[in-house]
């Protein structure tokens, strides 16, 4: 029986959350918003938001809010390739 693992080593899902953490943290920037500001604006808890930007796990409908919040697209926060492997 061939045995398939399709999920990314822990290694590689640190990097995916670390690399969507530096992504939402330069779409605030750009905003132009603090986490306090983002925050009353997406409803998403201060501490949420910075766990994000630090590479944590955060659930999809957080993910949405802050996209919405920033005008943008979850997409655009979730882009799956690595910086480097463009």
């Not at 983002?38 to 930007?53: F, K, M, Q």
């Not at 590479?55 to 957080?62: A, C, H, K, Q, Y």
């Amino acid at each position: 029986m061939n045995q398939r693992d399709d999920g990314p080593p822990d290694h590689k899902l640190e990097q995916h959350l670390a690399a969507t953490g530096l992504r939402l943290r330069a779409a605030r920037r750009r905003a132009d918003l603090t986490q306090t500001e983002l925050a009353a604006l997406s409803g998403v808890d201060r501490g949420n938001i910075s766990r994000a930007e630090h590479g944590g796990n955060i659930s999809l409908e957080t993910l949405w809010r802050l996209a919405i919040a920033l005008n943008l697209h979850a997409a655009d926060l979730l882009d799956d390739r690595l910086p480097g492997n463009a």
